[in-house]
Nanobody, 125 residues
Framework: QVQLVESGGGLVQAGGSLRLSCAAS????????MGWFRQAPGNEREFVAA????????DYADSVKGRFTISRDNAKNTVYLQMNSLKLEDTAVYYC??????????????????WGQGTQVTVSS
């Protein structure tokens, strides 16, 4: 089983930036795509970004496109989410996730079976 640990969340003013990190262990990290999801209070967990095993393919939710960047360092077993131009509506708990099948790449939350504990991102006005 894979273990995922997120870090880098915090309180930031609107327009500011944060970089989230997700350290993975216990599975061949470089073989799997990875995803970032978020959940705001009262809302369902939603897709934010995905990256394939090599980092050569990425996808984003429309709400974050052009502001967030997902990347990975397979030598460090870590995936990142750089968040710029943060908005109040970006406030949520952010989770990284790994899919149950290494060949899966996509936005379907149900295809991901390994989740970190989450890191809180709060954007203030």
């Amino acid at each position: 089983q894979v273990q995922l640990v997120e870090s880098g969340g915090g309180l930031v003013q609107a327009g500011g930036s944060l970089r989230l990190s997700c350290a993975a262990s216990g599975r061949t990290f470089s073989s799997y795509s990875m995803g970032w999801f978020r959940q705001a209070p009262g809302n369902e967990r939603e897709f934010v970004a995905a990256i394939n095993w090599s980092g050569g393919r990425t996808d984003y939710a429309d709400s974050v496109k052009g502001r967030f960047t997902i990347s990975r360092d397979n030598a460090k077993n870590t995936v990142y989410l750089q968040m710029n131009s943060l908005k109040l509506e970006d406030t949520a708990v952010y989770y990284c996730a790994a899919p149950r099948r290494p060949t899966y790449y996509g936005t379907n939350l149900d295809q991901y079976d390994a989740w970190g504990q989450g890191t809180q991102v709060t954007v203030s006005s």
